[in-house]
Nanobody
């Protein structure tokens, strides 16, 4: 029903910036809540940011405490694309980043999200 493809990952030095993109497909994609998660090897997938949608308006945005003030989630429905602007990156931000979508649900837990991209690697060097 919904397909997601991430891009924009790469290698950046600590303190640098990176913008991730998530291209969505599906006629009803604009009605879905969208989010970003990240995962390090051997660890559980971790919530990063989400944008919760209701009707044609943003219901709320939410960020993990570790990224507040540094990361910004945005959405361009005309392009069916979700972005994660990441500034002031730390080595601890190194992970595979996934975009996700779910209809109606607001959650920080990856198990509650229905659709996933395949991930894009972000590596922050010190």
């Amino acid at each position: 029903q919904v397909q997601l493809v991430e891009s924009g990952g790469g290698l950046v030095q600590a303190g640098g910036s990176l913008r991730l993109s998530c291209a969505g497909s599906g006629r009803t994609f604009s009605t879905y809540n969208v989010g970003w998660f990240r995962q390090e090897p051997g660890k559980e997938r971790e919530f990063v940011a989400a944008m919760y949608w209701r009707g044609s308006s943003i219901y709320s945005t939410d960020y993990a405490d570790s990224v507040k003030g540094r990361f910004t989630i945005s959405r361009d429905n005309a392009k069916n694309t979700v972005y994660l602007q990441m500034n002031s990156l730390y080595p601890e931000d190194t992970a595979v980043y996934y975009c996700a979508a779910v209809l109606g649900t607001r959650s920080h837990y990856f198990t509650d999200w229905a659709y996933w991209g395949q991930g894009t690697q972000v590596t922050v060097s010190s």
